[in-house]
């Protein structure tokens, strides 16, 4: 059977087709109409945004850090500058695996293990986004392989560096300080202060003494600039630059080469030495020994030379003459007898009866003196010159720990000097009220006795030592010692004077204080303690030597250096002023484990003294700094 063939209907299959172009055609246009409408979007109403977005794809901001202010002595010697080198950086996030991309450099370059550790250390310190150092200093030959080989090594780059160097290496390094690399405290410390945004592109700061002190004043300002870069990130052309202010300039107090003379003259002891100018209150010199080399620090020290210093027994990295308190000993004698007639116990003419020892009433202890069968009578004047402690014992007694401790704290002792330098230490000037917040416990009339002679509770620093020297010298003014003489503006070359600040104005008469000032003249002539290293000085010297005792003697015992260690032995202490009859300089010295002021001490004093009133240099030296040399100084 044969079914009839069926007809195609075109009229409804092209109803059909019309109806699906239609609807093709109506998606097309509703598509295209959002499309219009995005464009819209973009290129009329988010124009302004997407220019900028571009034009930070473009327009790379790259901030400037500033040159670092200098810090000068007081004759324009140099201390802290800069100078420019070549750097290999490398940025962790964008250099893949770290370990093949260094093994590929030091295919190149030298890149030594030392560096390598280094890099190592900075990269567990810092954000893994920072710019980190992998070689410094690198020679011309370097960068220009490095240069050749650019391309192959993404997030590394050669960057011009300003590096911060001290050219007088161990010379006053504890004064200088140094710079260090910026961590997460000192970034959070900025962010607290609110100047996180100055410090976009610097590297480092100051982390210890006046780099640390100072570091608002010799940072400076942070400049920036405009500039176009590629698809792949590289800078070509500058479209703008604001410049950076540099650091304003430093200008101290402190003569580098009287800091390097007292600094030698200590040999192999360690101790601390400061020099005030009594006037101003001015710090001469600030000497801690041994001290270290500060360019140690700029590139970021390695594991050898900071386990040298950090371990090492003498302490290179502390800072003696403000962190470090030791009992003043017998220097405090010349500012007890001050007491005992400023207060009418004392007369200079009355003497007592010195045995060579001193018993409170009702009492068989023995408080020695330190010469066996004492000094017989005794006046204010022998008192000094021989350092009679029998004559202080009997002194501190009479006078009691209130009006002692109020006496003496006048001078600064047990407080602290606010020295322009951070990390002071306020030593202990004892009392009836610290004894009870320390211990809970009364005062004893046997620790009133001790500390007569600076012993006992008695605690000091070199810097506070020489604060209340100056005060004896001048006459009772007690100035806040400074470092820093000026500050220059890096702009406008204007030089701001730091003024003299006085922190208190003791009443002292005249007549008291010729007393004991003529005493101290006559430490350093013949039958003082302090006569031998004074000798022949052509100006008046007054002075009072001092023994700081470490461990104690039992009664009946006899100290004997030989038999004790180095490290127990007594402490060398001295102070002095000079010329006595319109003081200039006013010194005090700590030597630890030097055990006589006279012979240990003394001679470093008058070796500064020497330099500082007459330019006269120790035997053998010769005048290195041009500020020395222009006044035809020589070594006798």
């Known amino acids: ?76 010697v140099v201390m802290a500058h800069n100078y420019s080198a070549y750097t290999l950086e490398l940025t962790p996030s964008k250099t893949g695996n770290l370990d093949d991309t260094i093994n590929k450099l030091a295919q190149l370059i030298e890149i030594t293990p030392a560096q390598r550790k280094r890099f190592a250390k900075l990269m567990a310190e810092s954000r893994n986004f920072e710019t980190l150092p992998l070689r410094t200093r690198l020679t011309d030959e370097e960068v220009a392989k490095l240069a050749a080989n650019r391309y192959r090594f993404p997030g590394v780059e050669v960057k011009a560096r300003l590096f911060r160097q001290y050219p007088l290496g161990t010379v006053a390094s504890h004064v200088l300080g140094y710079i260090g690399r910026i961590n997460d405290a000192d970034l959070k410390q900025l962010d607290k202060e609110g100047v996180m945004a100055n410090y976009r592109g610097s590297d480092h700061i100051g982390k210890v003494g006046l780099e640390q002190s100072y570091e608002t004043e010799l940072h400076g300002v942070t400049g920036s600039e405009q500039v176009e870069t590629d698809a792949g990130g590289h800078a070509i052309r500058t479209l703008s630059r604001i410049s950076p202010i540099s650091g304003n300039n430093l200008v101290l107090n402190l003569d580098s080469k009287l800091e390097a003379i ?12 400061v020099a005030i100018d009594p006037k101003t209150g001015g710090v001469l010199a ?6 270290f080399d500060p360019n140690l620090f700029v590139d970021g020290i390695d594991t050898a030379n900071w386990n040298a210093l950090n371990d090492s027994p003498d302490k290179p990295l502390l800072n003696r003459a403000l962190r470090s308190a030791y009992p003043e000993g017998s220097t405090i004698k010349p500012f007890m007898a001050l007491a005992g007639l400023s207060y009418g116990v004392r007369k200079p003419s009355d003497t007592i009866f010195d045995p060579g020892y001193f018993s409170l009433p009702n009492s068989s202890h023995r408080y020695r003196d330190w010469k066996a069968g004492g000094h017989g009578m005794v006046d204010m004047h022998k008192s000094i010159v021989q350092s009679c402690d029998t004559y202080y014992y009997r002194l501190a007694n009479d006078l009691g720990i209130d009006r002692m401790h109020a006496f003496l704290s006048q001078f600064g002792f047990g407080k602290k000097t606010g020295i322009d330098l951070e990390g002071e230490v306020a030593g202990v000037l004892p009392s009836r009220e610290w004894k009870a917040r320390r211990s809970k416990q009364p005062w004893y009339p046997g620790e009133t006795v001790i500390a007569g002679i600076g012993q006992g509770y008695n605690l000091v620093t070199p810097v506070q ?9 001048n006459g009772g003014t007690v100035y806040r010692p400074e470092l820093v003489q000026a500050i220059i503006d890096s702009r406008t070359g204007q030089r701001r004077v730091i003024a003299p600040q006085v922190m208190n104005q003791i009443k002292i008469s005249p007549a008291d204080l010729q007393v004991v000032v003529s005493a101290m003249v006559d430490v350093t002539r013949p039958g003082g303690t302090a006569s031998v290293a004074n000798a022949g000085a052509p100006y008046l010297i007054a002075a009072k030597t001092g023994t700081a005792q470490v461990v104690g003697i039992k009664q009946g015992e006899k100290y004997d250096a030989k038999r004790i260690l180095a490290i127990h032995r007594d402490h060398a202490v001295y102070i002095a002023f000079a010329p006595a009859d319109a003081p200039r300089i006013a010194i005090a010295v700590l030597v630890e484990n030097g055990m006589h002021g006279g012979t240990t001490a003394a001679p ?10 007459l330019g006269k240099l120790p035997k053998g030296e010769v005048v290195k700094d041009p500020a020395a040399a222009e006044g035809g100084i020589h070594a006798d």
Do not use: C, W
């Open 1 to 76: 059977m044969i079914r009839p063939a069926q007809l195609r209907n075109y009229q409804l299959e092209i109803a059909g087709f019309r109806k699906r172009v239609t609807i093709a055609a109506g998606t097309v246009a509703v598509l295209f109409l959002l499309l219009l409408a995005r464009f819209f979007y973009v290129q009329v109403l988010e124009y302004q945004r997407y220019h900028t977005l571009a034009e930070n794809n473009r327009i790379t901001v790259v901030p400037t850090p500033p040159n670092r202010g200098l810090i000068l002595d007081r004759h324009g």
């Open 604 to 613: 470093i004093a008058r070796a500064v003294m020497d330099y500082y009133l």
């Open 286 to 291: 600030l000497a801690s020994t041994p001290g």
């Open 262 to 273: 007292a600094e030698k003259a200590f040999g192999s002891y360690r101790g601390a030495l």
């Open 465 to 473: 030592l020489a604060v209340a020297t100056a005060a004896l010298a």
